[in-house]
């Protein structure tokens, strides 16, 4: 392991604060506190084969060190896409209750994750928690009240789009649509940045945040989301330097981003260690989406990448380390799913569940730490009516009971119903990445969609790679998953995915990606405040018009 980043304690001694430094010597002995640190630590676009302990050529020791020195996550599930996943962890619901059930929220768009819904950090705040967020957010933002800092978070550092450039921190969303996108708190972070790299800034920010905060007075929730491994692939040059051997470009590049990324892990984990943190620390690791193979990621042996419903789009690499678990060094094969996080964390963090929080998640912790049975049985992946592309979809198709042209997936204990259109299909294998031919049968597959189908049922306990639709063999259990889908669909709120609005436009905001909605209180309020100022301005100029005019009577009289 060649680590290029400073030493940790030099980088340190650069970010904390004296004024801690000094307070801290005088807690050296006190207790911590009763309530865990939780460190939750969400990547973007890492692939299920993307990590060493999964057979990757990736090389990650500082990550698989803390996997294996912790709980594997090995039946893990997150949603296909970025703002799905992150929607459902900050309020343990399935999309179908948030609105979100179509695509990502975009930049353009007048939509966030809906106000009224409750967040992991509000109810850790409840609970005594100090709230950080590091990272990306892409959880929307057209209003202020969309906002990280306005949703439970105490501080905010990082960017509010989907994806941009990692040194510039610069984002176009078309022609004419471009804009800065780096914000501390609710305001452009034009101040902070000094062009580094996100991977290497966003750590360091974590980091100071670990050095400025008390451990034994107040339990502290670090969200930190980083922007890697999505693209576009860039990454600092002496990283390239470990993967000469692999002949594909965007593949050597992602996979020294990830390894970039390891480091940044391990110097996570030393600040940890060397503020007081670690022996209280709940470590939580995810991905919030499959890899995509167009731009250097890997899932095999899974099918389908990220943006589909197959397993290669929603199987997580996750793992949880901590001095906490009980059975460390473990795997877990229990179901879980990201919704999951929510109550887990509330309930360990000492918080609340109210029942009118309708969560869809469960508290997983014993199934994790103790390796008990998972209260989760099945997992609702999503059921979006606006995607209807399957041509061959159909109500006779789906038994009269769901029109199979609807995209939807389903998990019930071993079984996997996916109707509509579920998304790109293939195995792309290892060898796709080199100059080797393919030659077997699986790595030559294609999947032709003019089969006529739009309904695959598959045991993903016996067939992980959904290689043998069992459909035609078991219509009985189709009919039944059909039934859960009609069930869960009657708990369903309309879409929220409203069209682009020009006035997000970046160059009407100072050049900035930022809130540019008002609504009808806020304008009003606005007008009402402008109708003052021109009043109280003409009042003034009034009174200096009067003023002016006696000065000049009096000075003419003065004259005579």
Not at 44 to 59: C, W
Not at 143 to 159: M, V, Y
Not at 243 to 266: F, Q, T, W
Not at 281 to 295: E, M
Request: net charge positive; charged share 20%.
């Amino acid at each position: 392991m060649f680590l290029r980043w400073p030493p940790v304690p030099l980088l340190l001694s650069f970010i904390v604060s004296p004024a801690w430094s000094v307070h801290n010597r005088g807690d050296e002995f006190e207790q911590p506190v009763s309530q865990p640190h939780i460190v939750f630590i969400l990547v973007d676009d890492q692939g299920f084969r993307d990590v060493g302990y999964h057979g990757s050529e990736i090389k990650t020791p500082n990550i698989d060190w803390l996997a294996a020195q912790g709980v594997k996550l090995e039946n893990y599930y997150v949603q296909p896409l970025c703002s799905p996943s992150r929607s459902q962890l900050m309020t343990g619901r399935y999309q179908i209750h948030t609105g979100l059930q179509h695509s990502i929220i975009r930049a353009t768009q007048p939509n966030c994750l809906p106000l009224e819904n409750v967040t992991l950090p509000q109810k850790l705040k409840e609970a005594g928690y100090s709230t950080h967020m590091v990272g990306k957010w892409h959880l929307g933002f057209y209003k202020r009240g969309c906002l990280p800092t306005q949703r439970g978070f105490d501080t905010f550092f990082g960017s509010l789009l989907g994806s941009g450039d990692y040194y510039s921190h610069y984002k176009c969303e078309g022609p004419g649509m471009c804009g800065y996108d780096l914000y501390e708190g609710e305001e452009a972070a034009w101040e902070q940045d000094r062009g580094l790299y996100s991977t290497v800034m966003f750590t360091r920010k974590a980091v100071s945040i670990l050095a400025n905060h008390n451990p034994h007075r107040q339990p502290l929730f670090l969200y930190l989301a980083y922007q890697a491994v999505h693209s576009p692939l860039q990454v600092p040059a002496h990283y390239l330097e470990r993967y000469k051997g692999i002949p594909n470009p965007h593949r050597r590049k992602y996979a020294a981003m990830v390894s970039c990324l390891d480091e940044a892990i391990h110097n996570l984990t030393q600040a940890l260690k060397r503020f007081g943190y670690y022996d209280n620390t709940v470590i939580v690791y995810s991905t919030d989406n499959g890899g995509q193979p167009l731009a250097g990621g890997s899932n095999w042996p899974l099918r389908g990448s990220k943006a589909t419903y197959w397993e290669g789009g929603i199987r997580g690499v996750g793992f949880v380390h901590s001095p906490l678990l009980v059975k460390k060094g473990s795997k877990c094969r229990s179901l879980v799913h990201i919704t999951d996080w929510f109550p887990t964390l509330v309930t360990l963090g000492g918080g609340t569940l109210d029942e009118d929080l309708n969560l869809d998640g469960y508290d997983v912790w014993e199934a994790i730490s103790e390796g008990r049975s998972s209260p989760r049985l099945d997992i609702l992946h999503n059921i979006d009516p606006i995607y209807v592309k399957a041509k061959n979809g159909s109500w006779k198709a789906g038994y009269g009971l769901w029109n199979t042209a609807i995209q939807a997936a389903l998990r019930v204990g071993h079984w996997k119903l996916l109707t509509g259109v579920p998304g790109y299909s293939d195995w792309v294998p290892p060898q796709t990445f080199s100059n080797q031919r393919l030659t077997t049968r699986h790595h030559n597959e294609r999947v032709r969609w003019d089969r006529g189908k739009s309904v695959w049922l598959f045991n993903i306990t016996a067939d992980p790679y959904e290689r043998v639709d069992l459909s035609q063999r078991y219509p009985h259990i189709v009919k039944k998953m059909l039934m859960r889908l009609v069930q869960y669909n009657k708990t369903a709120v309309p879409v929220r995915y409203p069209t682009k609005d020009l006035r997000s436009n970046p160059q009407y905001n100072g050049g900035v990606w930022g809130p540019w909605y008002k609504d009808e209180k806020q304008q009003r309020e606005e007008e009402e405040e402008e109708g003052f100022n021109n009043l109280f301005m003409s009042h003034l100029g009034k009174r200096r018009w009067k003023n002016k005019s006696k000065n000049k009577k009096l000075k003419r009289k003065a004259e005579h």
